[in-house]
């Protein structure tokens, strides 16, 4: 008989991809949500379903845990679209020992995660869109960041001072076995704890002579969310084009009342890729100003949010976001 897993309420302070064995028993446990939202821009109104996802977890073994998860976001679009219907986001398996009475396990908390999973190397794309204070996430974490990618990850944890994640991936993104320039993609993320609140943290990525790397902070207390990233790329896209970001963001929230979170958040990104046909140089300063209104554990959010863009060399008008998100 299936259950469904109960919802993990909390603000994650340092997110991984690593699963936590004791929400999970042998009984698959199912969950999900959607989100429905409508854009208003000057000149268009649009509606979308821009996630509908459904995830299972199971513990097969007591250190073992699973989790699969599939967006059905694509359903009913157009035939000529290049989105599929149906889309598989994790496909993995978190093994990790559980016998704490050995010194070393108890200290270093060993795991090892293999299959298709979200890459250790943003923060702000490590934490679930469901926990977002804010309707999108930044466009520098969107443009320079890796996303997920198929294959394996290992984590250590040194007591409550620091975490350092490591994983070796195709490099090619999610959904995709090959790989093409026959590279892997390395990266690393290291987190110090300095409170029990604070997480402060430094990555790097190197994919070829593609490298990434930046820092991030996230503190989370007493109803306030202040966190920032930056985020820089210097190296070649494909075979013809090089490409030189740099950019992050920086956020406030403050839950004002159990139900009742404004947030404000500012980014930037600076780029210029350059190729056999010449450069573009594009820079964009966002700010968003958002609001969320929660109930029932958060597992009915509504969140509306005015951007105010302003973009180089293409200019950009602000546009309003309404979105409703319901978690199962």
Not at 31 to 53: E, H, K, L, M, P
Not at 240 to 247: N, R
């Amino acid at each position: 008989m299936a259950i469904t897993m109960p919802l993990a309420a909390q603000y994650p302070l340092s997110p991984t991809p690593v699963l936590p064995f004791n929400l999970f028993s042998p009984v698959p446990s199912f969950s999900g949500y959607v989100t429905a939202r409508g854009t208003v821009r000057d000149d268009t109104t649009t509606f979308t379903i821009n996630r509908a996802r459904l995830t299972l977890h199971v513990l097969p073994v007591r250190f073992a845990a699973v989790r699969v998860q599939v967006d059905f976001s694509g359903i009913g679009r157009t035939s000529g679209d290049t989105i599929p219907a149906t889309l598989l986001t994790d496909a993995y398996v978190t093994l990790a020992p559980q016998d704490t009475s050995r010194r070393l396990i108890d200290l270093l908390r060993p795991s090892l995660v293999v299959g298709q999973f979200r890459t250790p190397f943003s923060l702000e794309y490590l934490t679930p869109s469901t926990r977002l204070p804010t309707v999108n996430r930044s466009q520098a974490v969107d443009r320079l960041g890796p996303r997920r990618d198929l294959g394996a990850l290992g984590q250590l944890r040194f007591a409550h001072v620091a975490t350092f994640t490591g994983a070796v991936v195709n490099g090619e993104g999610p959904n995709r076995t090959s790989n093409s320039n026959g590279k892997e993609m390395a990266i690393g993320r290291l987190t110090v704890f300095p409170l029990s609140s604070l997480a402060v943290s430094g990555k790097w990525l190197g994919h070829g002579a593609d490298h990434r790397w930046g820092y991030d902070v996230r503190w989370a207390t007493r109803g306030f969310i202040i966190e920032g990233e930056a985020i820089k790329r210097k190296g070649p896209v494909d075979s013809s084009t090089h490409l030189d970001g740099s950019g992050g963001y920086a956020l406030v929230a403050y839950r004002l009342l159990p139900w009742l979170q404004p947030a404000v958040k500012w980014e930037r990104l600076r780029q210029r890729t350059t190729g056999s046909i010449g450069g573009f140089e594009q820079r964009l300063t966002w700010i968003t100003y958002a609001t969320t209104l929660s109930a029932a554990e958060e597992r009915l959010r509504f969140q509306l949010a005015w951007i105010a863009r302003s973009e180089r060399p293409v200019h950009a008008n602000g546009e309003l976001v309404a979105q409703l998100q319901a978690v199962f």
